[in-house]
């Protein structure tokens, strides 16, 4: 069963039999490019993701601790070393701000899971640790979950 089959990554309702994630847990597998929200029955609904790229990735478990629509975005030192001539911050909405239309906060540092501004890099180990979503996907997991919702990531 498809959910919006109008995007090129439009979420999917897959098989998802994991006893070690309950219903409502985020579960982001690298390796995959894939972002899967468990569902009762053994189900979750499938999004392709970008990961971060080599010795970018992080694994382990956070949760989401705030949620933010077209949100600013200020470049991390490790971004900013790479990338001087960036301001220090963009303006949320601006065509030119990489968090695209949404962003969830994680617990585990400077990371996010959010839109994008660049919708060709989905399928990709390409960020610097953040899981981008095309736009219509945040969108929809957005309204799906709150705050302290647990994301567990897999390599």
């Known amino acids: ?11 999917e309702v897959v098989g998802f039999a994991d006893n ?4 409502g847990t985020i579960v982001i597998k ?12 053994n189900r979750a609904i499938r999004y392709k993701v ?25 470049p991390s030192p490790e971004v900013r070393r790479d990338f001087p001539h960036l301001p220090a911050v963009i303006k949320g909405g601006a065509p030119n701000n990489p968090m695209g ?7 585990n540092g400077n990371y996010a899971i959010h839109g994008t501004n660049r919708p060709g890099s989905i399928g990709r180990a390409v960020s610097y640790g953040c899981i981008r979503m095309a736009n219509h996907d945040i ?7 709150g705050i302290r919702t647990r994301v567990v990531a897999l390599p």
Request: charged share 20%; net charge positive.
């Open 1 to 11: 069963m498809c959910l919006p089959a109008s995007a090129v990554s439009a979420a």
């Open 20 to 23: 070690r994630f309950r219903p």
């Open 30 to 41: 690298n390796s995959e490019k894939r972002l899967y929200l468990v569902l009762r029955g």
């Open 50 to 74: 970008a990961v971060g790229k080599r010795n970018k990735s992080w694994t382990g478990q956070a949760q989401i601790t705030a949620k933010y629509v077209r949100p600013d975005w200020a």
């Open 101 to 107: 239309v949404a962003a969830m906060t994680l617990s």
């Open 139 to 145: 969108q929809d997991l957005f309204q799906r979950v």
